[in-house]
T-cell receptor, first 116, second 113 residues
């Protein structure tokens, strides 16, 4: 069965520091992976997605993620954190159900705090 | 663009009451779904639909009903609210395809007392 594990429920960085949010997946087939961001009292917004091909995926707001099949990882990074990056981040893997619906299996989320 | 619109934003119910959470999308997406978000558990799928007239159960369907009479609308009904249904509910829509992202509404925060 496919699953996603996010290491670290809370991450705190200084403004300007590197952001690294970890995601490991379990999948018996080539995965379709996503990162979403959730700002307070809002829905989830797509940051980036991985499909087969390039291993480094660029997303919005300066975020990128690297797909490493050998490590079954899809970690999210940003070179320099900004105060506005404070939010909760979710990694997800797509699973096809009966009837063709593509369900997302989400990790538990990582809350990123950015301090001055 | 409105995207996915959910109403209400907040709701408080007493145990045993029923209510309907509304969801509408204007992107002509075939797929729609309802997820619930609980602390430390990410999002879990309640029900989904692959088109008008077609619905199916997700991981946590008990206590919820859905219907899909039009492409645009996908309401979620709580038949007899229980405290365990206190959660934040998100509606999402998407196109077919494993690499198609979900587009989420802003959520409904439900408290059952």
């Amino acid at each position: 069965a496919q699953s996603v594990t996010q290491l670290g429920s809370h991450v705190s960085v200084s403004e300007g520091a590197l952001v690294l949010l970890r995601c490991n997946y379990s999948s018996s087939v080539p995965p379709y992976l996503f990162w979403y961001v959730q700002y307070p009292n809002q829905g989830l917004q797509l940051l980036l997605k991985y499909t087969t091909g390039a291993t480094l995926v660029k997303g919005i707001n300066g975020f990128e993620a690297e797909f490493k099949k050998s490590e079954t990882s899809f970690h999210l990074t940003k070179p320099s954190a900004h105060m506005s990056d404070a939010a909760e981040y979710f990694c997800a893997v797509s699973v096809t159900l009966s009837g063709g619906y593509n369900k997302l299996i989400f990790g538990a989320g990582t809350r990123l705090a950015v301090h001055p | 663009n409105a995207g996915v619109t959910q109403t209400p934003k907040f709701q408080v119910l007493k145990t045993g009451q029923s209510m309907t959470l509304q969801c509408a999308q204007d992107m002509n997406h075939e797929y729609m779904s309802w997820y619930r978000q609980d602390p430390g558990m990410g999002l879990r799928l309640i029900h989904y639909s692959v088109g008008a007239g077609i619905t199916d159960q997700g991981e946590v369907p008990n206590g919820y009903n859905v219907s899909r009479s039009t492409t645009e609308d996908f309401p979620l009904r709580l038949l007899s609210a229980a405290p365990s249904q206190t959660s934040v509910y998100f509606c999402a829509s998407s196109r077919p395809g494993e690499n198609s992202p979900l587009h989420f509404g802003n959520g409904t925060r439900l408290t059952v007392t």
